[in-house]
């Protein structure tokens, strides 16, 4: 498989929507349904994780946007806005402001980007029609504060130092990455070699690992906002699919971290899958996605 080339006969449109004088977001969009599902992926990945899910959502019926966050991929690389109230607010204007889109979306979440859609949908309420959110603590939760301390999550801490983490990793994020993989994996053949290069090769430019451990440096400021828009806006009250990898170190925790903030909350573990679900599994992820938007 090429460079940056999906499985399947699926065209993508790639492109850069302007946020401000200091911020362009990258997105890939394929199909042309009228119900729309938007991609957000975690860290240290970038769009090319939904490779797999893409294809299959499109040769649904769906519009599919899978999108780079702020500081990650083709994405611009800003100093500082990486708290994900912050993360949403650049979604919202790329879905709104450039995409033109006035309808309520399916947002789906993995890791970092579970934090971002979920205060995306807490942010603007009526824009989200269902939120899917995979395998990881949400901040403001107590499934947050237990699995913070956990030993399996050391990188939370690691990557909160502020510099050294950069200075360890710098010319060596491959050796990196290969790792932080493996820790976290059950079906090894499920990123390969080329995800590794695709990657590497994102965290390898300029600013972009700083802005990567950025999103954790602000997990205290989102604990504060998320405990701000509960107290606000109260629970989410749209529905709501909690997945957790089979072996994960939050996957057993999914649902009832999830039901701490959302009324309507379905759960699925995935299986054969440990924190990498929608690569190690994709074929079982979809079905339980597609039952739940059914």
Same mark, same amino acid.
């Given at each position: 498989m090429k460079d940056k080339e999906l499985p399947g006969d699926v065209s993508l449109n790639h492109g850069m929507a302007v946020i401000s004088s200091i911020l362009r977001i990258h997105y890939a969009e394929a199909g042309n349904g009228e119900n729309i599902i938007v991609l957000i992926h975690g860290f240290p990945q970038t769009w090319w994780e939904w490779r797999f899910v893409i294809p299959v959502l499109v040769n649904q019926g769906f519009r599919v946007i899978a999108l780079d966050y702020r500081g990650a991929g083709d994405?611009?690389?800003?100093?500082?806005?990486?708290d994900k109230r912050t993360m949403a607010s650049d979604i919202h204007q790329l879905l709104k402001e450039h995409l033109k889109i006035d309808v309520p979306v399916v947002l789906i979440g993995h890791d970092i980007g579970l934090m971002v859609a979920y205060a995306y949908a807490q942010q603007y309420r009526t824009s989200v029609s269902h939120l899917v959110v995979i395998d %990881?603590?949400?901040? +403001?939760?107590?499934?947050f504060d237990?699995?913070?301390?956990?030993?399996?999550?050391w990188h939370f801490a690691f990557h909160n130092v502020c510099d050294l983490p950069e200075m360890?990793?710098?010319?060596?994020?491959r050796q990196y990455?290969?790792?932080?993989?493996?820790?976290?994996?059950?079906?090894t053949a499920a990123i390969t070699e080329t995800d590794i290069d695709i990657f590497s090769?994102?965290?390898?430019?300029?600013? %972009?690992?700083?802005? +990567?451990l950025e999103v954790y440096r602000s997990f205290d400021q989102d604990i504060l906002d998320n405990k701000?828009?509960?107290a606000k806006n109260g629970k989410l009250s749209i529905p709501v699919l909690a997945v957790g990898g089979m072996i994960s170190t939050s996957g057993s925790l999914m649902k009832e971290m999830m039901e701490e903030v959302a009324e309507n909350v379905t759960s699925t573990r995935i299986p054969k899958t440990a924190h990498w679900v929608v690569e190690e599994n994709p074929e079982a992820f979809i079905k339980d996605l597609l039952q739940f938007l059914s």
């Amino acid at each position: 498989m090429k460079d940056k080339e999906l499985p399947g006969d699926v065209s993508l449109n790639h492109g850069m929507a302007v946020i401000s004088s200091i911020l362009r977001i990258h997105y890939a969009e394929a199909g042309n349904g009228e119900n729309i599902i938007v991609l957000i992926h975690g860290f240290p990945q970038t769009w090319w994780e939904w490779r797999f899910v893409i294809p299959v959502l499109v040769n649904q019926g769906f519009r599919v946007i899978a999108l780079d966050y702020r500081g990650a991929g083709d994405s611009w690389k800003p100093a500082g806005g990486y708290d994900k109230r912050t993360m949403a607010s650049d979604i919202h204007q790329l879905l709104k402001e450039h995409l033109k889109i006035d309808v309520p979306v399916v947002l789906i979440g993995h890791d970092i980007g579970l934090m971002v859609a979920y205060a995306y949908a807490q942010q603007y309420r009526t824009s989200v029609s269902h939120l899917v959110v995979i395998d %990881a603590p949400l901040p +403001g939760t107590k499934i947050f504060d237990k699995i913070r301390t956990d030993h399996r999550v050391w990188h939370f801490a690691f990557h909160n130092v502020c510099d050294l983490p950069e200075m360890l990793i710098a010319d060596r994020e491959r050796q990196y990455l290969q790792y932080f993989f493996n820790y976290r994996i059950y079906n090894t053949a499920a990123i390969t070699e080329t995800d590794i290069d695709i990657f590497s090769k994102a965290y390898s430019s300029v600013g %972009a690992m700083k802005a +990567g451990l950025e999103v954790y440096r602000s997990f205290d400021q989102d604990i504060l906002d998320n405990k701000e828009s509960m107290a606000k806006n109260g629970k989410l009250s749209i529905p709501v699919l909690a997945v957790g990898g089979m072996i994960s170190t939050s996957g057993s925790l999914m649902k009832e971290m999830m039901e701490e903030v959302a009324e309507n909350v379905t759960s699925t573990r995935i299986p054969k899958t440990a924190h990498w679900v929608v690569e190690e599994n994709p074929e079982a992820f979809i079905k339980d996605l597609l039952q739940f938007l059914s």
